[in-house]
């Protein structure tokens, strides 16, 4: 009966054993092969290329890219309501 026992005990906790073996989470960064730092691409010559120039609004001072500004007479507004009220005089804060 003792030999029994001891023999139950001793196949649980082998199965306990390999269960944990087999389930355990694996860490996935630990297998990843490694891979070589990125080669830099060709120095860039000359000075950077200007995208964008920054104008500022006659009718309320804010600066807006000339790409997106309202422009008239080559004047630049942040919209079309600036060029208005810049043509009637006033003047926004």
Not at 52 to 66: H, I, L, Q, R, V
């Amino acid at each position: 009966m003792l030999r029994f026992a001891l023999l139950v005990i001793a196949v649980y906790l082998a199965l306990r054993l390999l269960r944990r073996m087999l389930l355990r989470p694996r860490d996935p960064g630990k297998f990843r092969p490694r891979q070589a730092p990125p080669r830099p691409g060709p120095a860039p010559s000359g000075p950077p290329k200007v995208i964008d120039e920054m104008k500022p609004c006659p009718a309320c001072g804010t600066f807006n890219p000339t790409r997106l500004a309202y422009e008239k007479k080559g004047l630049y507004f942040c919209e079309k309501r600036c060029h208005e009220a810049y043509i009637r005089g006033e003047k926004q804060a």
